[in-house]
């Protein structure tokens, strides 16, 4: 595998399960984030993290919980979500170089469905 | 306040030509980054092209040129001899200044390209 991936690529849920999308990233990066992309509004930052620690946190609901267990992966944890949280869900990944462009690069991404 | 505008929802050019996809930006950062994405309807977003603040030359990839003019905080992304291929949803995105918090981008709306044969 290369670049960044994502599973599943597709997701139907309740609003009461329970359900995690996993992110991986091959590329040697110290930096992951989590982006909502819905219909109509610009891609929103969720949360970034930088060594395996959270260091940004865009006000999103706690029914959201990411977990970064290292640097090379990232897990977004779902629960009692609510239909408007339907939308692409797309990670990527960044060097964090100091100084440098720090070009984020992303996965295909998760499309959510919550009924 | 949004921080990157895209004005043009859709557009439409011909296979070979050139089409210029349009984005300005606010901050009062000096620091700052500038971005353009390919989206295909895949999904996944596509880094295609950087300009950064201090830049003196516009960026250049390939077919993609990105149109930077600092004064009127404009980088416009230019895509030479078109291809059905590059049918797609354009991003503008900024990312401000350093710190440690992460460099989170802010990404405009988008625009829709469509090539047509």
């Known amino acids: 595998e290369t670049g960044v991936t994502q599973t599943p690529r597709h997701l139907v849920m309740g609003m009461t399960n329970k359900k995690s999308l996993k992110c991986e990233q091959h590329?040697?990066?110290?930096?992951m984030y989590w982006y909502k992309q819905s219909a109509k509004k610009p891609l929103e930052l969720m949360f970034v993290y930088n060594f395996k620690e959270q260091t940004e946190n865009n006000s999103v609901p706690s029914r959201f919980s990411p977990e970064c267990p290292n640097s090379s992966h990232l897990f977004l944890h779902l629960h009692t979500l609510q239909p408007e949280d339907s939308a692409l869900y797309l990670c990527a990944s960044s060097t964090r170089a100091a100084g440098g462009k720090d070009t984020q690069y992303f996965g295909p991404g998760t499309r959510l469905t919550v009924l | 306040a949004q921080k990157i505008t895209q004005t043009q929802p859709g557009m439409f050019v011909q296979e070979k030509e050139a089409v210029t996809l349009d984005c300005t930006y606010d901050?009062?950062?000096?620091?700052?980054?500038l971005f353009w994405y390919k989206q295909p309807s895949s999904g996944e977003m596509i880094f295609l092209i950087y300009?950064?603040?201090?830049?003196?030359q516009n960026a250049t990839e390939g077919r993609y040129s990105l149109n930077f003019q600092k004064a009127r905080k404009s980088a416009n992304l230019v895509i030479s001899a078109s291809q059905l291929g590059d049918s797609a949803m354009y991003f503008c995105a900024m990312r401000e200044g350093y710190s440690n918090s992460g460099y989170a981008l802010n990404f405009g709306k988008g625009t829709s390209l469509l090539v047509t044969p």
């Open positions: 901050t009062s950062d000096p620091s700052y980054g």
């Open positions: 300009q950064g603040s201090y830049d003196q």
């Open positions: 590329l040697g990066h110290n930096a």
